[in-house]
């Protein structure tokens, strides 16, 4: 009960900050801050899986900070932060789904070749754009060196929940994490490479269902949790 409580309010949330998109002026930012870092904040209150309820946090912890980066428009070193949060969330979802797929006799990397090929194409194809700009056009190092790590740990998540929902059939976890990616994939087009019209709205249409779906993958109580 809690949980579809969390859920509905996590919902409830998202609505309201799509809503308030294009009030800027008019809505203080503490508001938004609170209101983008609600939803999961609350689904990481309804799962007993540590790895995805600290993930969860961080999220919204990132997703605050990036607030006050998107009033600036990237200008500033709050993308920084909320990218370096950001980051640790995705390693902790990457640990989540490692823990929860079956251990093939194959290796890891041997289960689906073809899907971590496609993972690979996709990720080379979204990444390449912005280590064009960054590091050829503008020769920042530092930044294209952590852009691509960041790309390759969440390319390592999509592989791994693609490998859960196999395993166990949770498909929550794996279009979630897709649509977590292409959440991604629109803040760095529109940061590194292209600014376009709605990319912040779009970039949250995208990221809140997929907050959502993860926490529907994670157990809600203590025993579903000592099965994974």
Known sequence: MVKVANELLAVL???????????????????FMVVKALPPFVLAHSTANVMLMIGLFLSGCSS???????RLRYES???????????????C??????????RGEDGI???SPLYLMLVITLMFAVLWPCLDVLYF???DTSTSILLLGYGCLLGGVNYNAFLTFTDTGCWE????????????????????????????????????????LLGRCAPNNKSDADNL
Request: a negative charge; hydrophobic letters at 50%; proline letters at 2%.
């Open 13 to 31: 949330a998202s609505v309201v900050y799509l809503l308030m998109t294009g009030y800027e002026d008019d809505v203080p930012l503490e508001i």
């Open 64 to 70: 605050a900070i990036l607030e006050i980066d998107d």
């Open 77 to 91: 070193d709050y993308f920084f932060m909320g990218l370096g949060l950001q980051f640790m969330a995705i390693f």
């Open 93 to 102: 979802y990457l640990r989540y789904f490692m823990e929860s797929k079956q």
């Open 109 to 111: 990397l041997l289960r």
């Open 137 to 139: 056009s503008y020769e």
């Open 173 to 212: 976890g794996l279009v979630g994490i897709l649509l977590f990616t292409a959440s991604n994939s629109c803040m760095a087009f529109d940061k590194f490479v292209n600014h376009f019209e709605n990319a912040v709205f779009l970039c949250h249409c995208l990221y809140y269902p997929s907050i959502i």
